[in-house]
Each structure stands twice: as structure tokens, then as C-alpha cells.
């Protein structure tokens, strides 16, 4: 069964309105959480890295204050897009560190429209 | 810097053909390579990896060599079956837990 679960699979919501996109550790603790998101024929592009009771980290040109990332638990990440554009359409999906194995586990990853 | 380029889609194959999905990469030091799989409605999961050069990952009767000397990781199948169509994704991750991922190619197998 699924490790790791995101939710909305896909949203649609009108330009100018925030949506939160949910990244929940099933079977594990997460310290470290990642968020990633693809443009059409582009690839997966990590956005920041989400660090449980921390602020989150982000790559170069993302803007933190639109894509507000709170990892307030060992299992659960929000990314929250506020104030969104039609150019923020695209597919975010997140994925978990188990540091136990060594390994990363998906999410089902979540599309967003605005229109 | 770190990239990846994959070969673009869609590809669309008859069942029991032979698969290639072309897979290079650009590192700075010595990366590990991956194929993820996304089949519809579900996560990315890992299918196979190579962490080293000369390396071979196999799963699901996929196959991909590390090949240092030609920076590629490309993804074999020799029979591909209708239940493989899903969309394939290179990666590299040096150090750390970043990904570097290609484009994705979207595959579809016809019976």
C-alpha cells in the first residue's frame, strides 16, 4: 500500500485564492520532507526542502512567501500556494526521507489549476 | 550542475516489443541513477538503481546499465506487456537527498 500519501490528487481554484496541498508519512516518521513540482514538459523541479519544526528551505527562485510550506509534525507537510496564478498551474508532488532504509517514497502527486 | 535528459514522448508500442528509453545525465562527482515509474492515478515508485559505474539495476524485467564513459542510464525491456504502460522517469542524486529528474516519457502499450 501506498508509504506516503498527498491530497488533493487535483484541485481546481479561481485566481487570487490560496490552496493547500497535504503530504502525510503513513508508515514513518519524517524529519525531512521535499516538494517538487513539473510544468508541462519540463521536469520535476525540486521547489524546498521541509524540515519537521523548522523552516523549510527553498531552491533558488522560488518564492517562499507564495508557496508556504508548514511541516508541523513527524507525518504531515502542508504547501500551501496563496494567491494563486494561472502560472502556478502545474503538478506538485512531495516526497519523504525514511532514513531507517535509506530510501524515498513518493507521493501520488497533486494537480492544480487556476484559473 | 546536475541534469538529466530523457528521451521524449509519447511512445506508444505494441505488446511484446522492445523498449528503449533513452536516459543522460550530467554530474558533477558520482552520482547514483534511478527510473521511477508513475502508473495512472498513483505515486512514483522506484524501479530501478545503479549507484555505481558499470552497474546493472533490474526489476520487472527492466533493465539499465551505468555507464560512466557515455554518461547514460538507459532503460530497457525486451518484451514490454500492456500492464507496463505508465510514465518513466530518470534521476541522479549526488549527494544528499536532492533529485535531479528528466522530463518523463509517457509510455503506452497497445495489445
Known amino acids: 500500500g501506498a508509504v506516503v500519501s498527498q491530497h488533493p490528487s487535483w484541485v481546481i481554484c479561481k485566481s487570487g485564492t490560496s490552496v493547500k496541498i497535504e503530504c502525510r508519512s503513513l508508515d514513518f516518521q519524517a524529519t525531512t520532507m521535499f516538494w517538487y513540482r513539473q510544468f508541462p514538459k519540463q521536469s520535476l523541479m525540486l521547489m524546498a526542502t521541509?524540515?519537521?519544526?523548522?523552516?523549510?528551505?527553498?531552491e533558488q527562485g522560488v518564492e517562499k512567501d507564495k508557496f508556504l510550506i508548514n511541516h508541523a509534525s513527524l507525518t504531515l507537510s502542508t504547501l500551501t500556494v496563496t494567491s494563486a496564478h494561472p502560472e502556478d498551474s502545474s503538478f506538485y508532488i512531495c516526497?519523504?526521507?525514511?532514513?531507517?532504509?535509506?530510501?524515498?517514497?513518493f507521493g501520488e502527486g497533486s494537480w492544480l489549476t487556476v484559473v | 550542475g546536475n541534469s538529466v535528459t530523457q528521451m521524449e514522448g509519447p511512445v506508444t508500442l505494441s505488446e511484446e516489443a522492445f523498449l528503449t528509453i533513452n536516459c543522460t545525465y550530467t554530474?558533477?562527482?558520482?552520482?547514483?541513477l534511478f527510473w521511477y515509474v508513475q502508473y495512472p492515478g498513483e505515486g512514483l515508485q522506484l524501479l530501478l538503481k545503479a549507484t555505481k559505474a558499470d552497474d546493472k539495476g533490474s526489476n520487472k524485467g527492466f533493465e539499465a546499465t551505468y555507464r560512466k564513459e557515455t554518461t547514460s542510464f538507459h532503460l530497457e525491456k525486451g518484451s514490454v506487456q500492456v500492464s507496463d504502460s505508465a510514465v518513466y522517469f530518470c534521476?541522479?542524486?549526488?549527494?544528499?537527498?536532492?533529485?535531479?529528474f528528466g522530463t518523463g516519457t509517457s509510455l503506452t502499450v497497445i495489445p
Open positions: 516526497s519523504v526521507w525514511a532514513s531507517s532504509g535509506n530510501t524515498i517514497y
Open positions: 521541509s524540515n519537521e519544526g523548522s523552516k523549510a528551505t527553498y
Open positions: 534521476a541522479l542524486r549526488e549527494t544528499g537527498n536532492q533529485f535531479y
Open positions: 554530474a558533477t562527482g558520482y552520482p547514483s
